[in-house]
């Protein structure tokens, strides 16, 4: 252990607290130039149908390659992006990034497909988060049906402006999923009220579904649930057939996970996925 005088107060640190918050002020140094320095990628991970096995949608996923720290998990570097502010700045990137290609599809009349973003809650607050949106769908021409944004219930604290805002984006015909469903710390009451469209169980449920019968009974309860209120349920984390039996069971629409497909490159969507359309 080692002290520093801080003004009046004195402070202890542990070196392991002290070196890893130089480490993450690099990180986040690092960060701040990942996009001009073309660092930042996205891969894509394919939704199955569970009832035809076809596969229309994807979720847009970042990756980040540095000379430094090496491919690092977006599990360590949103927090990072998240705490500094420049996550407004990458999920733009993603957007713009994420827009191109959906407006190729749109141009090839794929309008049936549809990629899913994942949505900071600091992007969500944005004084003018729609604004962006609106002028990113001009821009680009793009169907906004084909969009799907992903929100947390950390996005949706207060109730009056996730109403308001959540409500424009449906105006717009947008697509509104809640990811992580179940791990967040908002009251049920909401999803009767929100106008959202798919519920996103949280792979924490479905993991463990096959040899966990509490969270078997989570994860079917969610689905009941999501059913009674109308909305369409993705099951993410399915890594074992055992899991796909369960949720067909339970007539779950999508499910995400290692056992269909990792994210992957762009180039190996369209080869594996696009090349029999058209
Ligand atoms: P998420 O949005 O819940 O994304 C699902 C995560 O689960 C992804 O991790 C995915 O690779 C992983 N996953 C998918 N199937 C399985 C499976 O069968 N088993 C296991 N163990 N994991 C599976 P990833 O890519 O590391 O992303 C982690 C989180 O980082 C995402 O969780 C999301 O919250 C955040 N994130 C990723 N890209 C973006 C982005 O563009 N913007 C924002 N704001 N957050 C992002
Ligand atoms: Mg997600
Ligand atoms: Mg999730
Ligand atoms: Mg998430």
Redesign the pocket.
Same mark, same amino acid.
């Given at each position: 252990y080692f002290s520093m005088v801080y003004g009046q107060k004195l402070c202890y640190y542990e070196p392991s607290m002290e070196e890893s918050y130089r480490h993450d002020a690099l990180m986040e140094s690092h960060l701040r130039r990942a996009i001009e320095k073309n660092e930042l990628h996205?891969?894509f991970?394919p939704q199955i149908d569970l009832s035809t096995g076809n596969v229309e949608s994807f %979720?847009?996923?970042?990756?980040w390659s540095n000379p430094k720290f090496g491919d690092v998990?977006?599990?360590k570097f949103?927090p990072i992006?998240?705490e500094s502010g420049i996550?407004v700045m990458?999920?733009d990137w993603?957007l713009e990034e994420v827009a191109k290609i959906l407006s190729e599809w749109k141009k090839r009349e794929w309008l049936h497909l549809r990629i899913a973003?994942?949505?900071?809650p600091l992007?969500f607050k944005e004084e003018n988060f729609i604004e962006k949106m609106k002028d990113l769908i001009e821009r680009h021409s793009l169907e906004p049906s084909m969009l799907e944004l992903?929100i947390?219930e950390s996005s949706m604290m207060d109730v009056d402006k996730t109403m308001i805002t959540l409500s424009e984006l449906k105006e717009m015909n947008m697509i509104i999923s809640i *990811? *992580?469903f179940g791990t967040g710390y908002s009251s049920l009451s909401y999803i009767k009220s929100y106008p959202i469209d798919i519920i996103?169980i *949280?792979?924490s449920f479905i993991?463990e579904m096959d040899c966990d019968q509490r969270n078997q009974a989570i994860a079917k309860t969610i689905i009941h649930l999501a059913h009674s209120l109308g909305l369409t349920v993705i099951a %993410?984390?399915? %890594?074992r057939l055992e899991h796909v039996s369960i949720l067909k069971g339970e007539n779950c629409e999508k499910a995400?996970?290692?056992?269909f497909s990792?994210?992957v490159p762009f180039e190996v969507i369209e080869n594996q996925y696009l090349n029999k359309l058209n």
């Open positions: 996205l891969h991970q %979720e847009a996923l970042l990756r998990s977006p599990v949103i992006a998240e996550i990458i999920g993603v973003v994942n949505i900071s992007q992903e947390t *990811d *992580d996103k *949280d792979k993991q %993410e984390g399915v %890594e995400q996970g290692f056992l990792r994210p």
